[in-house]
Nanobody, 124 residues
Framework: QVQLVESGGGLVQAGGSLRLSCATS????????MGWFRQAPGKEREFVGG????????AYADSVKGRFTISRDNAKNTVYLQMNSLKPEDTAVYYC?????????????????WGQGTQVTVSS
């Protein structure tokens, strides 16, 4: 049974940094694509970025490109979202998601597995 557990959220001032972690278990993730999504109050869930577990190639939404970095640690079965130069508009619940595919997708519906989410709040 695939399980994803996010951690690392919190309150930070604008311009600050946070690193989110997504610990995975229950499968061999070499054939998975991992996505990070976020959802702010009253808004739809949106793609932040993703990484192919095999090979490590990444993709990012334009709104976070150059500020956020996604990486993975194979030994720890963990995916990270390093967030720098945070802005108030980055405030949201952040989710880690997994899909059994070698192709990254930006649509939430294509991911079968989700974590519980972690709150990120950026104050101005």
């Amino acid at each position: 049974q695939v399980q994803l557990v996010e951690s690392g959220g919190g309150l930070v001032q604008a311009g600050g940094s946070l690193r989110l972690s997504c610990a995975t278990s229950g499968s061999t993730f070499g054939n998975y694509a991992m996505g990070w999504f976020r959802q702010a109050p009253g808004k739809e869930r949106e793609f932040v970025g993703g990484i192919k577990w095999r090979g490590g190639s990444t993709a990012y939404a334009d709104s976070v490109k150059g500020r956020f970095t996604i990486s993975r640690d194979n030994a720890k079965n963990t995916v990270y979202l390093q967030m720098n130069s945070l802005k108030p508009e980055d405030t949201a619940v952040y989710y880690c998601a997994a899909r059994l595919s070698l192709i990254l997708s930006t649509t939430p519906e294509s991911y079968a597995y989700w974590g519980q989410g972690t709150q990120v709040t950026v104050s101005s």
